[in-house]
């Protein structure tokens, strides 16, 4: 039975069944975390990270259940997290239909549960309830203690910004509703496509980005994947600066032959791993990366950026 | 030097031009010249008992230690145990033992056969010490046995044998994000430099995706140990495993990211040994099914 959604608030039940806890709850705060877990730190700093509740249950004859409650400054951030691994099998928690603001495409997936291991977005909230052991009673347990925490709790959208991003890119270029991430830094983003080992975007807690890989459809060969990056920063200014370093770390030397030099042309250039087009309007800057010929690269940043606009149009 | 000039990007990874963008001028590191090196060779063990983890994953500690005893023979080329730990360490040395600590850690039985059979070579108990930390401890090791779990990083592509030495640095954010690829760079320091005697890897149940926070879906019983005293050889093979594990479990290529691009720099920029597989003589030895070799 689900429970009606309201509160904002995660109770982590101090039992459930042959379950419980001791009666502390572990807070670590952001300056902390990384004596918790090491450089996965990281991944949470690099969203808008308030602080972490730790807990283990236990039982009579079977192994530990670890709860660790993930506090973000926005519902968007939890997504973020949900959306680096969109493996597992869904898991239903009652927590109600990603709803109809968000894209089509979208899983409709806020919980995923693989091999012991349950992550869950809800809210402003982003948790993992894992059994150290899987078992048919472990499962049983991690999906119920998740529908305990999870109850009550208000399911947001996913973010506005995935509005930007194309069903299709360009013909025969599909995308992979499995392989996309929103985030908010480099580190982030080369966890899933390395770019540099530098933050050569830009990119800061104030920005959100999105990258997203394109398969090829099967006319096209064996060709890779096209992959799109797009961020919205804080303001005109940000993008125009991280726009002219990415071109200078990534592509020095001369802009191509021909084009207009004007501060809002989509660049085309060809480099080792095929057609690289990146594209700015207003704060927006849309990149795409392994497209087969020029004109793909065009098309795709071009009809993103056309994306891009009509979403700040809406104010979204 | 401006902040453009000392990151690596996807391009100078497909170029192959890794030692190039590394061997920035302000890194005072002592360059190796790949193109004038001899050629190299390194041999590097896998041994696997299908037995070694039991029900729940538990360890059977009588098999892992045979494993490790078979290990040590091929790996020295000696006959017997005893004389294989005394081809790597002499009793008079200090030696430390550095396992991975904290998140997938080395599990704690190798750490103790380990102890155990160097003490039954003759080595005395008091000068076996765990060594993982800061300067401190390599500083007081005269060798040192390095003991870390197979397992991708999110940060560094894989976090295993280089990194394991990370906070013998005394810095340890100072090799984070661009700078991870100079992991390498701490095995030079003067502290640590030549004290590695022999790198064990635990591959009992590595992790191939999201390291170093577990995450069970891409954690699988390998049950192996991978051994050799080149730890770039090393890394490199256990490399090898992480890869073809990812592309199994996903069915098309699903390359490390970020690339493990400390790997190659080890070899090409800090010459701690050998990243190129055509300079590796891998061992097989025992359970061969999924053995990812």
Known sequence: ?316 | MSRHHTCLTRRDFMRGTLATAVAAPSLAIESVNAQARPARSSRVTVLRDKSALGDGNRVDSAVLKRMLGETLLKVTGEKAVKSAWLSLVKPEDIIGLVPTPHLNPTHQELIDLVRESLIEAGIPGDRIRLAQGGPEKPKACTALIALPGLKAHWLTGIGTVLKNYIMYSGSPSSYHEKNSVKLGEIWNLPHVKGKTRLVLVDALRPLCDKGPQPDPRYMWNYNGLIAGTDPVAVETVGLGIITRMRQNLRGEPWPLSPPPLCVAAADEQFGLGTSRMAEIKVDPIGWTQDILL
Request: proline share 4%; aromatic share 10%.
């Open chain 1, 1 to 316: 039975m689900c429970r009606a959604a309201g509160n904002v608030s995660a109770d982590l039940p101090k039992s459930f069944g042959i379950w419980s806890r001791s009666d502390e709850v572990r807070r670590i705060l952001p300056d902390k975390i990384f004596d918790y877990m090491d450089g996965a730190g990281e991944l949470y700093i690099g969203y808008r990270f308030k602080y972490l509740e730790v807990a283990e249950y236990s039982a009579p004859d079977e192994d530990q259940i670890l709860v660790e409650l993930y506090w973000m400054e926005s519902s968007d951030d939890a997504f973020g997290l949900l959306s680096g691994d969109w493996g597992g099998e869904p898991a239903d928690l009652c927590q109600g239909d990603i709803g109809s603001r968000s894209p089509a495409w979208l899983p409709n997936n806020r919980a995923l549960y693989g091999a012991g291991l349950l992550r869950i977005w809800s809210g402003d909230l982003y948790i993992r309830v894992m059994a150290y052991r899987e078992s048919a009673r472990s499962k049983e347990a991690v999906l119920k203690l998740g529908r305990l925490i999870v109850g009550g709790r208000s399911s947001p959208p996913a973010p506005a910004f995935l509005d930007a991003l194309p069903r299709d890119a360009a013909s025969g270029l599909n995308l992979r509703t499995d392989r996309f991430c929103y985030f908010r830094s480099h580190l982030v983003l080369n966890s899933t496509y390395f770019l540099s080992t530098g933050n050569i975007l830009d990119l800061d807690k104030s920005a959100e980005a999105l990258v997203a890989a394109y398969a090829p459809g099967s006319t096209q060969g064996n060709r890779g994947s096209v992959h799109l990056i797009l961020v919205r920063y804080a303001n005109e200014n940000a993008a125009k600066k991280a726009r002219a370093h990415f071109e200078k770390a990534y592509l020095p030397g001369k802009r191509n032959a021909g084009s207009k030099p004007s501060p809002d042309d989509i660049q085309i250039r060809q480099v080792e791993d095929g057609w690289l087009g990146n594209g700015r309007s207003g704060r927006m800057l849309a990149l795409v990366f392994g497209c087969s010929v020029r004109d793909e690269a065009a098309q795709v940043v071009g009809g993103a950026l056309k994306r891009l606009n009509l979403l700040e149009a809406k104010h979204e």
